[in-house]
């Protein structure tokens, strides 16, 4: 049986552990049931996910001109205290803008590899710490707009990583932390107009899907490796995880089309 489409994120729902959907045209692919199954991709070419043409991927999904273009991947979106659509000033779309940021965000610890900082919009929430390989997650902050969680995270992160190291992650090399406690200890150094929107959240446990985690992952890379074979064993983040170590990641991969054999 093959399936064939444009690469996007994996779709997730929170369970124990956590459902992972591939959809490849029309076709939902329910991934936890393909471990311990041989799995066989290959690289078909490209399609932007704005403009849909065949133009080689530049970043997140996007070929060079939409990159640089389209408001979805604008700089606001990796670097939140960018945001100005709260002042009412365009950027590249301010409709967009206007309906994307000014919303409830969140400020979040989540340990994936470590502790880390984060922001995502509140209705992204699990989505956003199980696209991150976390095992446990925590929201600290609660705001109506994305500077703010971004001026947040910007503080925060003197103190605390924003960044996943994805070989720990997918080595499940982790160890529980208090959360809690590391949220009272970051707390101060909070911007004052964030301070008074600080909150006890509740803390998330998520479980992943892996049969059995790599000793030294290896990324695969489908552009320069057209065509791969492997037995899935596991799903963790948003990489696909095999039996030889290769590790697959899905969202790094979005614009790419891609066909999918299964045995």
């Given at each position: 049986m093959e399936f064939q489409g444009?690469?996007?994120k994996m779709a997730?729902?929170?369970a124990t552990p956590i459902d992972y959907y591939l959809v490849l045209g029309d076709h939902?692919?329910?991934m936890n049931q393909l471990l311990d199954q041989n799995l066989k991709l290959s690289f078909v070419g490209y399609e932007c996910l704005n403009c849909g043409s065949d133009a080689p991927i530049f970043r997140q999904?996007?070929?060079k001109s939409c990159f640089f273009e389209a408001p979805q991947a604008a700089d606001w979106i990796i670097r939140p205290e960018l945001s100005q659509a709260h002042l009412g000033i365009e950027d590249r779309d301010l409709a967009y803008e206007q309906k994307m940021q000014l919303q409830p965000h969140v400020v979040y610890l989540a340990?994936?590899?470590d502790v880390k900082v984060g922001v995502t919009r509140k209705s992204q929430i699990p989505t956003r710490w199980i696209d991150q390989g976390a095992h446990e997650a925590l929201p600290i902050v609660e705001v109506p707009n994305r500077y703010l969680a971004g001026i947040a995270e910007v503080a925060l992160k003197d103190h605390v990583s924003d960044k996943t190291n994805w070989r720990t992650m997918l080595?499940?090399?982790i160890v529980d932390v208090d959360l809690k406690a590391w949220q009272d200890k970051l707390a101060p150094h909070l911007p004052d107009e964030v301070k008074s929107y600080l909150f006890a959240g509740q803390e998330t446990h998520l479980e992943f899907p892996v049969l059995a985690y790599p000793e030294k992952p290896k990324s695969l890379n489908l552009t320069k490796t057209p065509s791969y074979e492997g037995v899935l064993k596991g799903i963790k983040g948003q990489y696909l995880i095999f039996e030889d170590q290769t590790v697959f990641n899905v969202r790094s991969n979005?614009?790419?089309v891609v066909a999918l054999a299964l045995d």
């Open positions: 444009v690469l996007r997730t729902q929170m939902p692919i329910h999904g996007f070929c340990n994936s590899s080595k499940n090399q979005e614009g790419l």
